[in-house]
């Protein structure tokens, strides 16, 4: 009875994880989601495999064998979604970002004088805030305005 009811469970939850999959790619949430149903999953073929493994050939050991590749294969998928996570609470700067280019980009925008005190931070999976001192020579709000877009493209 207990390899039917995982055989229901694996095919419900091989079901979630193609939906979420699919509608994972730009969140780690829903690709965290899709990770534990994929080790729910996992749990329910070990269920069937070692259930049939111990009805016909007593392979008890196989029960634990099989939990311990399954327990490191989501562990091994959850290291790439942990650093990701934790430099969001961090709020550290994008892996992607070199600071330095980015004062050169915003030092060469005509009419910028200095660029100093640049802050860039993950906000979330797709979100960055900035923060700078960009010193103008304009004088003129209408020089400014058009200073403030080019910083705004380069950003």
Known sequence: MVIYVAAVALFVDVATVLLLTGLGKRSGNVRAAALHNLSDALASVEVIVVGIGVLLWNLDLLDILVTLVIAGYTLWQSFGMLKLTVGILMESVPADLDISHVSTLLSGVPGVIDVHHLH????D???RAFEGHVVMAAAELTEMERIK?????IL
Do not use: F
């Open 125 to 127: 999976e797709h979100d």
């Open 120 to 123: 860039v931070w993950q906000l």
């Open 149 to 153: 877009r080019q910083i705004k493209q």
